[in-house]
């Protein structure tokens, strides 16, 4: 991985978020983006199997979800990792997408009408 030459701990989630363009895989830990090296292709094939496998297994047994990479988790305001597969359970999908739609409808000048699936 490469550091982008900055004063360790500079950077935060919003920092991140803007700074790294969509499509590029980075990572931020402690306030540092790391960007990766492009993926061999046969880690992408291994990755996008293994992804397959957990996501069939996750959505028959209505587990969660799973992410590939190029997904970033916010654990708080220096740290937000873009791992080559996560799960997330179905609770903490429920949880954030509530989070969501409270954001949204309280930005919202007019009624929405939302089921709550995505």
Known sequence: MTTVTTPPGD????????????????????GVIY?????YTDA???LGW???ILSIYARRKNLG?????????RLNKWNSPEPDIAFVSRQRVEQ???????IWLSKSSRPIAWNGTT
């Open 65 to 73: 979800r799973v992410f590939g990479s190029r997904v970033a988790f």
């Open 96 to 102: 954030a997408m509530s989070k969501v739609h409270r």
């Open 35 to 39: 960007i990766a090296s492009p993926e």
């Open 50 to 52: 293994l992804r397959t």
């Open 11 to 30: 950077y935060t989630f919003e920092d991140f978020c803007w700074i790294i363009p969509d499509g590029q895989k980075a990572d931020l830990i402690n």
């Open 44 to 46: 992408d094939a291994l």
